[in-house]
């Protein structure tokens, strides 16, 4: 069975920094784009970041120069290093991933459980 284990949350000062991770449990054919989102108390859930197969990476406005996505595909692990960290960036953060799991199927979105980020001021 196909999962995603989100992991590397935690409470941080404004201005640190936290790594989280993000590993595919279970075997699929093939894994395309993986991306971070979150989602703030009250808010809706946001892109934080993304990146292909290929490598080729997005962001959000809010993140941009302070965040930076990665992937190792020998691993199946997507990473999101968060640096210069804000309490506006406090949130629970999700990793997700547009997988085929078996070959005579189609592509499906599979979430992690969520991992809290909370930054203090």
């Known amino acids: 069975q196909l999962q995603l284990v989100d992991s590397g949350g935690g409470l941080v000062q404004a201005g640190g920094s936290l790594r989280l991770s993000c590993a595919v449990s279970?075997?699929?054919?093939?894994?395309?784009?993986m991306g971070w989102y979150r989602q703030a108390p009250g808010n809706q859930r946001e892109l934080v970041a993304a990146?292909?197969?290929?490598?080729?990476?997005n962001y959000a406005d809010s993140v941009k120069g302070r965040f930076t996505i990665s992937r190792d595909n020998a691993k199946n692990t997507v990473y999101l290093q968060m640096n210069s960290l804000k309490p506006e960036d406090t949130a629970v953060y999700y990793c997700?991933?547009?997988?085929?799991?078996?070959?005579?199927?189609?592509?499906?979105?599979?979430w992690g459980q969520g991992t809290q980020v909370t930054v203090s001021s």
């Open positions: 997700k991933a547009d997988m085929v799991p078996v070959v005579t199927l189609g592509s499906y979105d599979y």
């Open positions: 279970g075997t699929a054919f093939s894994i395309n784009a």
């Open positions: 990146i292909t197969s290929g490598g080729s990476t």
